[in-house]
Nanobody
Framework: QLQLVESGGGLVQPGGSLRLSCAAS????????IGWFRQAPGKEREGVSC????????NYADSVKGRFTISRDNAKNTVYLQMDSLKPEDTAVYSC????????????????????WGQGTQVTVSS
C-alpha cells in the first residue's frame, strides 16, 4: 500500500548526468519529507540530499553540493534527484525514503527519521 519506487539509475561516464525519480504509490507525498540515500559496496548508507514536504528546504551532503539537485512535484507525487558532473565515487545504490513532515519539517537527512523506503536503483559511474 505504501510504496516508493526509484527509477533512472544506470551506467554513465564520469562527468555525465542522471536524473533519478522517486514515485509514491498508495499514499501522497504532500506531507512527507523525502530523502535520497546511497550505499556503496562496503560502505554505510549515507544521506545524499533531502527535501521538506513543501520543497522549501533542501539539504545536501558536502560531497554532492553544486552537482546534485533535489526537487519535488507533489502534483505528480514524485521527487527527483538531478545528478550532474558525476564521479566514479558516486557509484552506489540510491534509495529514496519518506518521513511524515511532522517529524522532519526541515527535510534533514537523519537516516533514523525515515520510515518508508524504496527498493533502490543502481548508479554506476565508470571511468
Amino acid at each position: 500500500q505504501l510504496q516508493l519506487v526509484e527509477s533512472g539509475g544506470g551506467l554513465v561516464q564520469p562527468g555525465g548526468s542522471l536524473r533519478l525519480s522517486c514515485a509514491a504509490s498508495g499514499f501522497t507525498l504532500d506531507y512527507y519529507s523525502i530523502g535520497w540515500f546511497r550505499q556503496a559496496p562496503g560502505k554505510e548508507r549515507e544521506g545524499v540530499s533531502c527535501i521538506s514536504s513543501s520543497g522549501g528546504k533542501t539539504n545536501y551532503a558536502d560531497s554532492v553540493k553544486g552537482r546534485f539537485t533535489i526537487s519535488r512535484d507533489n502534483a505528480k507525487n514524485t521527487v527527483y534527484l538531478q545528478m550532474d558532473s558525476l564521479k566514479p565515487e558516486d557509484t552506489a545504490v540510491y534509495s529514496c525514503a519518506a518521513v511524515w513532515v511532522g517529524w522532519n519539517r526541515r527535510g534533514k537527512c537523519t537516516l533514523g527519521l525515515y520510515d518508508y523506503w524504496g527498493q533502490g536503483t543502481q548508479v554506476t559511474v565508470s571511468s
